[in-house]
């Protein structure tokens, strides 16, 4: 009878705290500033892509959502792959990241650094726009973020300082930067090169003094951060993986604004990322690619691939397709290649 009694009281106090808890996350003050992480500022479509959410938010929340940003992940010392775990512990309250970055703790999201699975961006768009996008955001959800939008980093070309890239025999022992997944080690390991894993803070200063020959990012990166000055004076365009940006907030975060808040930073996000993906894209979508040519016009080597030359770098990293197929999801795979076959170009 006592321990009945006991039983029945533990469970009306759990119900109140739980009652207590769920009123409590809805009467939570805002906070005066939300702490948005990014890995690159506003001099590149990324972090021009967290300004336009940022700003949307403010304003069509008249301030009642204040977001600043802070570049360089310099919320977690730089350290770009530690990022993801620090939005679910809280220590980042929203971000627009990278794909690469998270995918050491979402193994799924390895899906995009597959070597040579999207072929075009209609092949991107038709990813993170269709089913696979959809699973992808529903285990972010499961996570531990509020994943709200895409938006996209580019295609990764290679660049080095060394000579033309036209074969992968070409690669041969080049020192080549990459990030911090397992998986880029494989592929470029795969392609006879020496890649060494370092965060974009710590690479740059090591190609301009010359302790890595080369790396792989959009060439929205390469411009802006004029890697043409740090002895990259060699691009070859392979379009061998495209990373994606992902705009997310933390969930508990989250649970602290009204529901027709949380719609609005949704639409926000949303619409940044739309503008976010043109930015992207520009100067690379245009008949004639004006954006190759004002690469060549910095003095830099642009090697365009035969179709020949492109299907060499395809089967020396089709070993490492194939290992990671089944960490990434044999079933997301398989979704995801029937629905690049099935694109609208
Ligand atoms: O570190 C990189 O190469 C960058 C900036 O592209 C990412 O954060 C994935």
Known sequence: ?????????????????????????????????YRMSLVLGTAFPWGKGGQIWADLVKERTKGRINIKLYPGVSLIQGDQTREFSALRQGVIDMAVGSTINWSPQVRQLNLFSLPFLMPDYAAIDALTHGEV???????????GVVPLAWGENGYRELTNSKRPVHTPADLRRLKIRV??????????????????????????????????????????????????????????????????LIFVVNKEVWSTWTPADQAVVRQAAIDAGKQEIAIARKGLIEPGQPLLKDIAALGVNVVQLTPQEREAF????????????????????NTAEKTIAARKK
């Open 133 to 143: 996008g959809k699973q992808m955001f529903a285990t972010l959800d499961k996570t």
């Open 179 to 244: 990030v911090g997944s397992p998986l880029f080690l494989d592929t470029f390991t795969a392609l006879g090169a020496n890649p060494t894993q370092m965060s974009w803070t710590d690479a740059q200063p090591a190609f301009a003094s010359g302790a890595v020959d080369g790396q792989e990012n959009p060439l929205s990166i390469f411009t802006a951060a004029k890697l043409q000055n740090v002895g990259q004076k060699n691009i070859t365009l392979w379009g061998y993986v495209a990373d994606p």
């Open 314 to 333: 395809v089967k020396a990293t089709r070993p490492v397709y194939n290992k990671w197929k089944p960490t990434i999801g044999v079933d997301l795979v």
């Open 1 to 33: 009878m006592k321990s009945r009694r006991t039983l029945v009281g533990l469970v009306a106090a759990a119900a109140a705290l739980g009652a207590f808890s769920s009123a409590a996350a809805a009467d939570t003050p805002y906070k005066s500033e």
